[in-house]
């Protein structure tokens, strides 16, 4: 069942997660993403620190969900990295594949781990939204099977399958516990496990406080409101739904360089942004009406 609160979440994450990649790349000129990753969790962890003993009670900490959280975390670190790894070069990069496979990977996943399975009229809105997020891509159909031989390519494919295992694995760790339990174990995993990385690469801590703080603070809240946005959207739905639905960050990102389109570009786009705006509609009702 669809309610209000739902609805506001599900925006929050499709706003904070293009607001925190934008922050996140722009940063990364200056000091490494690994670096960025780093500080951005501790702040997080540092703000969520005095909630530990509401949230986290010593007999919900069970093996089984301490397992799922080392899982989760390793999946979103080693996601990040190789996300980051296949977009050094922005002009291979142009011709990977968009973020809109992982709902179709993440459809294989919540099948095996969880037992979800979208019914058929369902899978109406799930393509609908697929075929708009490729076709507001800048690069739509640029795409092709040759190109899974470039390491890049298949950096970003490896990355959608770590991105979308995590939000299976995150999804069981909140049947498990809460969506507060869950969030906060995150932040403190993925802390813990971004520090190994910079230890293991041997990256300094270092970075001009007067400079970088700010940013790296913005960057700690879009991850927060988007991580805890996603967090309550699975609580309420199955994965794919969700997942399907979060493509629609690629609308705000799409038209946030709305200067620089051309004529031909905006019409495309706006068909592309109509296409998802109506797969949402569909999934959203047949929540609401049929809850399936």
């Given at each position: 069942?669809?309610?209000?609160?739902?609805?506001?979440f599900?925006?929050?994450?499709?706003?904070?997660?293009?607001?925190?990649?934008?922050?996140?790349?722009?940063?990364?000129?200056?000091?490494?993403?690994?670096?960025?990753?780093?500080?951005?969790?501790l702040?997080?962890?540092?703000?969520?620190?005095p909630?530990?003993?509401?949230?986290?009670?010593?007999?919900?900490?069970?093996?089984d969900?301490i397992?799922?959280?080392?899982?989760?975390?390793?999946?979103?670190i080693?996601?990040?990295?190789?996300?980051?790894k296949?977009?050094?070069?922005?002009?291979?990069?142009?011709?990977?594949?968009?973020?809109?496979?992982?709902?179709?990977?993440?459809?294989?996943?919540?099948?095996?781990?969880?037992?979800?399975?979208?019914?058929i009229?369902a899978?109406?809105?799930?393509?609908?939204?697929f075929?708009?997020?490729?076709?507001?891509s800048?690069?739509?159909?640029?795409?092709?099977?040759?190109?899974?031989?470039?390491?890049?390519?298949?950096?970003?494919l490896?990355?959608?399958l770590?991105?979308?295992?995590?939000?299976?694995?995150?999804?069981?760790?909140?049947?498990?516990s809460?969506?507060?339990?869950?969030?906060?174990?995150?932040c403190?995993?993925?802390?813990?496990l971004?520090?190994l990385v910079?230890?293991?690469?041997?990256?300094?801590?270092?970075?001009?406080?007067?400079?970088?703080?700010?940013?790296?603070?913005?960057i700690?809240i879009?991850?927060?409101?988007?991580?805890?946005?996603?967090?309550y959207?699975?609580?309420?739905?199955?994965?794919?739904?969700?997942?399907?639905?979060?493509?629609?960050?690629?609308?705000?990102?799409?038209?946030?360089?709305?200067?620089?389109?051309?004529k031909?570009?905006?019409?495309?786009?706006?068909?592309?942004?109509?296409?998802?705006?109506c797969?949402?509609?569909?999934?959203?009702?047949?929540?609401?009406?049929?809850?399936?």
């Amino acid at each position: 069942m669809i309610n209000f609160s739902i609805v506001l979440f599900l925006i929050a994450r499709i706003i904070a997660n293009p607001l925190g990649q934008f922050f996140s790349k722009k940063l990364s000129k200056e000091i490494p993403c690994s670096v960025i990753c780093f500080y951005s969790y501790l702040l997080l962890s540092l703000s969520y620190f005095p909630f530990i003993k509401k949230y986290i009670q010593p007999e919900t900490i069970t093996p089984d969900l301490i397992t799922l959280v080392i899982i989760a975390g390793v999946l979103s670190i080693l996601g990040t990295l190789f996300f980051i790894k296949s977009e050094e070069d922005e002009k291979i990069s142009a011709i990977t594949p968009d973020n809109s496979f992982i709902s179709i990977v993440g459809l294989f996943f919540a099948y095996i781990l969880l037992n979800e399975l979208p019914s058929i009229i369902a899978m109406l809105g799930i393509l609908l939204i697929f075929t708009g997020s490729k076709i507001i891509s800048d690069n739509p159909f640029h795409f092709s099977f040759p190109e899974l031989k470039r390491k890049e390519v298949q950096y970003k494919l490896i990355s959608f399958l770590f991105a979308a295992a995590q939000v299976v694995v995150l999804k069981k760790i909140i049947i498990y516990s809460s969506i507060e339990t869950c969030f906060i174990l995150w932040c403190f995993i993925c802390c813990i496990l971004s520090f190994l990385v910079l230890f293991v690469s041997k990256r300094t801590l270092k970075f001009d406080y007067r400079i970088h703080l700010m940013p790296l603070m913005i960057i700690a809240i879009c991850i927060g409101f988007m991580q805890y946005a996603a967090n309550y959207v699975l609580n309420n739905m199955n994965v794919v739904y969700a997942l399907s639905l979060f493509q629609l960050s690629s609308i705000f990102t799409s038209f946030a360089g709305f200067k620089s389109f051309n004529k031909k570009e905006i019409i495309r786009k706006t068909i592309a942004a109509c296409i998802m705006v109506c797969g949402s509609i569909f999934i959203v009702y047949l929540l609401t009406v049929y809850m399936i």
